[in-house]
Nanobody, 126 residues
Framework: QVQLVESGGGLVQAGGSLRLSCAAS????????VGWFRQAPGKEREFVAA??????????ARSVRGRFTISSARDNDKNTLYLQMNSLKPEDTAVYYC?????????????????WGQGTQVTVSS
């Protein structure tokens, strides 16, 4: 099992940027497919972005495409994956989670992931 810890959340004004980190321990993150999800109060957890370890294929929710970028864990030797969030909107406010699975492919459903971090709060003020 890989252990995941998110960080980088905070309070930012609309139009601002944040970079979330997903630090892994126990296993090399580059061998895992990783997804970012978010959950706002009273709402279901929703897909944000994902990357496949086998191909570096990435995909994004329509609501964040063009504003958010997920890095590949193979881009660095820190065993950390990042979610760069630009042009933030109040509707991006949520707890953000990273998740990982050793299965090959790219996955959009929370049920596809075996390992989860504890989440980091992102609040965007208008």
């Amino acid at each position: 099992q890989v252990q995941l810890v998110e960080s980088g959340g905070g309070l930012v004004q609309a139009g601002g940027s944040l970079r979330l980190s997903c630090a892994a321990s126990g296993h090399t993150l580059s061998r895992y497919a990783v997804g970012w999800f978010r959950q706002a109060p009273g709402k279901e957890r929703e897909f944000v972005a994902a990357v496949a370890w086998s191909s570096d294929l990435t995909n994004y929710a329509r609501s964040v495409r063009g504003r958010f970028t997920i890095s590949s864990a193979r881009d660095n030797d820190k065993n950390t994956l990042y979610l760069q969030m630009n042009s933030l909107k109040p509707e991006d406010t949520a707890v953000y989670y990273c998740a990982a699975t050793s299965k090959a492919g790219i996955f959009y459903s929370p049920g596809s992931y075996d390992n989860w971090g504890q989440g980091t709060q992102v609040t965007v003020s208008s």
